[in-house]
Nanobody, 131 residues
Framework: QVQLVESGGGSVQAGGSLRLSCAASGFTSIHNCVAWFRQAPGNEREGIAFVYTGDGSTAYAESVKGRFTISQDNAKNTVYLQMNSLKPQDTATYYC????????????????????????WGQGTQVTVSS
């Protein structure tokens, strides 16, 4: 059973930065999709950043492209989300999620968010950006 634990949320002013961490345990393969999702009150959950752990390739939602960076540290079994130039509309609860993808060609496969629904999720961490 894969377990995911997020950390690193907090409060920051607009224009600031935060780094979220997702510590993973229980992977049985190096071929996994790991993603960061977020959900603000009244909004649907949104997948924003994706990494295929087999080769480290990444993909992003348009809403965060150029501001957020997802990365992995295989030695620590941790996936990070570096968030720069934060905006008040980035305020949300952030979750990491993962599923065993098998060998795929790139992180584009990991953007198929339905696959995450029946697999592993973290407990979430709150990010609040004030103007």
């Amino acid at each position: 059973q894969v377990q995911l634990v997020e950390s690193g949320g907090g409060s920051v002013q607009a224009g600031g930065s935060l780094r979220l961490s997702c510590a993973a345990s229980g992977f049985t393969s190096i071929h996994n999709c790991v993603a960061w999702f977020r959900q603000a009150p009244g909004n649907e959950r949104e997948g924003i950043a994706f990494v295929y752990t087999g080769d480290g390739s990444t993909a992003y939602a348009e809403s965060v492209k150029g501001r957020f960076t997802i990365s992995q540290d295989n030695a620590k079994n941790t996936v990070y989300l570096q968030m720069n130039s934060l905006k008040p509309q980035d305020t949300a609860t952030y979750y990491c999620a993962a599923f065993p993808s098998g060998r795929v060609s790139s992180a584009d496969y990991c953007t198929l968010t339905d696959f995450y629904e029946t697999h592993s999720w973290g407990q979430g961490t709150q990010v609040t950006v004030s103007s």
